[in-house]
């Protein structure tokens, strides 16, 4: 590869890198290729830049991206992929369920990720990271927290018109 072409490629990583809030770093090498294919599909389909990139063009492209991803570049050993994604939990999601899915895979290992403005470095981050909350299901909650006390009040105010009427209905036909 030729110089020029090796500076595109490190410019065309670089803009992606900075297009996704959250990067995963993972080694899927070994897998054949009927896994890959199921691999890049799943990704595919959960919104997912699944990307094999080489280790010394990373770095490059992480440094020229202006943000200081260098508590990743221990990770960045052997084969490596790159996981972007604008939902924070997807990419570890997609780990899990993959090799959850397919038995026989042991891979893609998590190798490192930068997620919610911090670094996970190992695989022993996984399952803190696919339980890590994204913003459409934080906001969720807040909405259900939020509905709780009003759905209380409505539904006491339609048990206590019952009751009251109940009462006053009593009433009357004690007094006739």
């Known amino acids: 590869m ?30 054949d290729s009927v896994l890959t294919s199921k691999l890049r599909r799943a990704a595919f389909r959960k919104e997912v830049k699944l990307t094999v990139v080489k280790n010394t063009l990373l770095i490059k ?11 990743l570049f221990p990770a960045i050993k052997g084969e490596t992929c790159i996981m972007l994604s604008n939902v924070n939990n997807a990419p570890a999601k997609l780990i899990k369920e993959f090799r959850t899915a397919e038995k026989k895979a042991a891979k893609p290992i998590l190798k490192a990720a930068y997620v919610e403005e911090c670094f996970y470095v190992g695989e022993q981050h996984l399952d803190a990271l696919v339980n890590i909350k994204s913003k459409n299901e934080l906001i969720a909650d807040v909405v259900a927290l939020l509905q709780s006390p009003i759905k209380n009040v409505v539904s006491g105010l339609q048990n206590a018109g019952g009751t009251i009427c109940g009462v006053l209905e009593t009433l009357s036909e004690r007094a006739e």
């Open 61 to 71: 492209a992480m440094e020229k991206s202006g943000f200081d991803y260098s508590e």
């Open 2 to 31: 030729r110089k020029e072409q090796k500076e595109q490629l490190i410019d065309s990583l670089c803009e992606e890198i900075k297009a996704y809030p959250h990067l995963y770093i993972a080694d899927m090498g070994g897998l």
